[in-house]
Antibody, heavy 120, light 109 residues
């Protein structure tokens, strides 16, 4: 059973960079056919796809966030990471990491999510 | 900025059938498969339906999905109290983005 766990600061100051890591267990991040993803949910709102990365390092980002987002992968640690620069209060959200199955275009495993608040 | 539109709420009594609609366009639902996610209060979303109408292992058969043109639907038959949750449709959009629906809160009366 694949499990994902987000980690990182719960509080980030405006204009700084939000950094989160997702640790994958129960399966290899280098397994073909899967993309490793970040999704966020603003408080009381819907879901927003941020982007995803293949184990080879290929990345795909939401065009609306692309200028501020970097997703990277560390296969030796079975982890992938998110960096979101120049954050504002509008970036306050629960951030989820998830596995994307490219054969069916769906997210089949999710982390529990971590709340990141942007505030001074 | 969701591009898939859902009704904000739906409700029913135990045992009833509830249907949730999801309206998109030719660039998403019209040309790609639709998935549905269930989000119980305080938890992460869970894959409920994939590839328009397929249920992952462990999902009860009272949940069913369908797609026609640029719209999709999720039906819950034999509504149960544990079905009270938020439901989101989703699909890949040809603008190179994965898009979610606006979400529907299902209440069991």
């Amino acid at each position: 059973q694949v499990q994902l766990q987000e980690s990182g600061p719960g509080l980030v100051k405006p204009s700084q960079t939000l950094s989160l890591t997702c640790t994958v267990s129960g399966g290899s991040i280098s397994s073909g056919g899967y993309y490793w993803s970040w999704i966020r949910q603003h408080p009381g709102k819907g879901l927003e796809w941020i982007g995803y990365i293949y184990y080879s390092g290929s990345t795909y980002y939401n065009p609306s966030l692309k200028s501020r987002v970097t997703i990277s992968v560390d296969t030796s640690k079975n982890q992938f990471s998110l960096k979101l620069s120049s954050v504002t209060a509008a970036d306050t959200a629960v951030y989820y990491c998830a596995r994307y199955d490219s054969s069916g275009d769906y997210f089949d495993y999710w982390g529990q999510g971590t709340l990141v608040t942007v505030s001074s | 900025q969701s591009v898939l539109t859902q009704p904000p709420s739906a409700s029913g009594t135990p045992g009833q059938r509830v249907t949730i609609s999801c309206s998109g366009s030719s660039s998403n639902i019209g040309s790609n498969t639709v998935n549905w996610y269930q989000q119980l209060p305080g938890t992460a979303p869970k894959l409920l339906i994939y590839s328009n109408n397929q249920r992952p292992s462990g999902v009860p058969d009272r949940f069913s999905g369908s797609k026609s043109g640029t719209s999709a639907s999720l039906a819950i038959s034999g509504l149960q109290s544990e079905d009270e949750a938020d439901y989101y449709c989703a699909a890949w959009d040809d603008s190179l983005s994965y898009v979610f629906g606006t979400g529907t809160k299902v209440t069991v009366l």
